[in-house]
């Protein structure tokens, strides 16, 4: 059997698969996004994974909107556990999230990264009008903007075709060791924009605030860091 003959057979079953487990309503993109895969999801929550991942910056846009209409819980700010001790982030690396702390955290059936209810098949929209599903901790299109905001290097082959393949910098061609780096750097969003609103802030983690750019240009950006953050360090010891 030829590869394209297995792979053929292997998308008839799934197909045969998907289409008895699919319920009677499912999102119309999501279904066309899952039969022009080389290989179809045989499952709908499959289906509903590869569409998301295929979709990151749809997926950040969605996470943050949702984010914005449930808004900060009240009494909480955005701090870090430096001693681990109760459950927040320990850097400033890591995006902030009220509702996967435990004291703030909705419960069942609602994300913990935008504190709205999830839906049958993690979906965002209560397209079957059974409520939120209890089972459920996350929406699908959260979870990849969740891993693109604490991986964003995950994604350089994506900023390389959005920026045409040149370092934002520069102007110049991107070579392949380029560099997916933060606009504003996360430790500048700590020192100077962490009163920035819940979830306004997020945007500095996603793709509004991410650029690809040649290595060496990063490297020299790091260096104008790291001796800004000692300048900091000075002024703030003379304060
Ligand atoms: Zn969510």
């Not at 209409?69 to 009494?75: I, K, L, T």
């Not at 069942?108 to 990264?113: A, D, E, I, K, S």
């Not at 920026?163 to 606009?183: F, I, M, N, Y």
Request: charged share 25%; with cysteine.
């Amino acid at each position: 059997m030829t590869m394209s003959e297995w792979r053929a057979q292997r998308n008839r079953q799934a197909l045969a698969r998907l289409t008895r487990a699919l319920p009677e309503i499912f999102p119309g993109p999501v279904l066309t996004h899952a039969l022009t895969r080389p290989f179809t999801p045989p499952m709908p929550r499959l289906a509903v994974d590869s569409y998301w991942r295929a979709h990151p910056i749809r997926a950040d846009r969605l996470a943050r909107s949702m984010a914005a209409r449930s808004g900060a819980p009240n009494g909480w700010t955005w701090r870090l556990d430096c001693d681990r001790a109760d459950g927040l982030a320990s850097s400033f690396r890591a995006p902030p999230a009220p509702y996967r702390e435990a004291k703030f955290s909705r419960g069942p059936g609602f994300c913990r990264v935008c504190g709205q209810p999830v839906y049958r098949l993690g979906w965002h929209v209560d397209l079957w009008g059974r409520g939120a599903n209890r089972n459920a901790g996350w929406h699908t299109a959260c979870v990849v903007a969740w891993r693109l905001w604490n991986a964003p290097s995950d994604h350089g082959a994506m900023l390389r075709r959005l920026q045409g393949r040149r370092c934002v910098e520069t102007g110049r061609r991107l070579w392949k060791s380029a560099e997916v780096d933060h606009r504003v750097p996360l430790f500048r969003v700590w020192q100077e924009h962490r009163d920035t609103d819940w979830p306004a802030l997020l945007a500095f983690w996603g793709f509004p605030n991410l650029q690809m750019i040649n290595r060496e240009v990063h490297a020299a950006k790091c260096a104008d860091e790291a001796s800004y953050r000692g300048r900091r360090r000075v002024e703030a010891q003379h304060l």
